[in-house]
């Protein structure tokens, strides 16, 4: 018998492997860059929460620094014998702390005042101060607030495709 192949017989040649090939490759270039784009994206979430935690930290001992102030003047008061709330109010407002007498309760002062935190954020502190207690003062608030981010968005400022 001659070698003449049957008009049933299917042959797959060259040019599809070959084509077959190409679509592998540009998918797995596709996922690459896609797996490059998110692990870009994941840093840079990754410095802003680390930038965001360490302005927290950074407010949060400012605040402490400014409570131990205000404990150091409250003990220089106390030491002299002045009870004065006059005095007391004086004292505290010269380190940036804003107080007033508590109407409501004789011998008390309410203080409070706030340290920015970073990006649009601030903490706020306040507490009353006692007179005539062994207790200096009491922390009644220590929170951290978001400040509300405009929604109005100038898409116009940004020229894109060169217009």
């Given at each position: 018998m001659s070698k003449q192949r049957s008009k049933n017989e299917y042959r797959v040649g060259v040019g599809a492997s070959s084509i077959l090939m190409v679509l592998v490759v540009l998918a797995l270039t596709a996922v690459g860059l896609l797996s490059f784009s998110s692990a870009r994206n994941l840093e840079v979430l990754t410095r802003r929460n680390v930038e965001m935690?360490?302005?927290?930290?950074?407010?949060?001992?400012?605040?402490?620094?400014?409570?131990?102030?205000?404990?150091?003047?409250?003990?220089?008061?106390?030491?002299?014998?002045?009870?004065?709330?006059?005095?007391?109010?004086?004292?505290l407002e010269s380190v940036g702390i804003a107080t007033e007498a508590d109407p409501q309760k004789a011998g008390q002062l309410k203080f409070a005042f706030s340290q920015d935190a970073g990006h649009r954020r601030h903490i706020d502190v306040a507490g009353v101060i006692a007179l005539s207690s062994s207790s200096r003062y009491q922390?009644?608030?220590?929170?951290?607030?978001?400040?509300?981010?405009?929604?109005?968005?100038?898409?116009?400022?940004?020229?894109?495709?060169?217009?």
């Open positions: 935690t360490s302005a927290y930290y950074t407010a949060s001992a400012e605040v402490q620094k400014k409570l131990a102030v205000m404990d150091a003047k409250l003990v220089e008061t106390q030491a002299a014998g002045t009870v004065d709330p006059q005095v007391v109010l004086a004292a922390v009644t608030q220590y929170q951290l607030v978001s400040e509300p981010v405009d929604d109005s968005y100038d898409y116009d400022q940004y020229h894109l495709l060169g217009e």
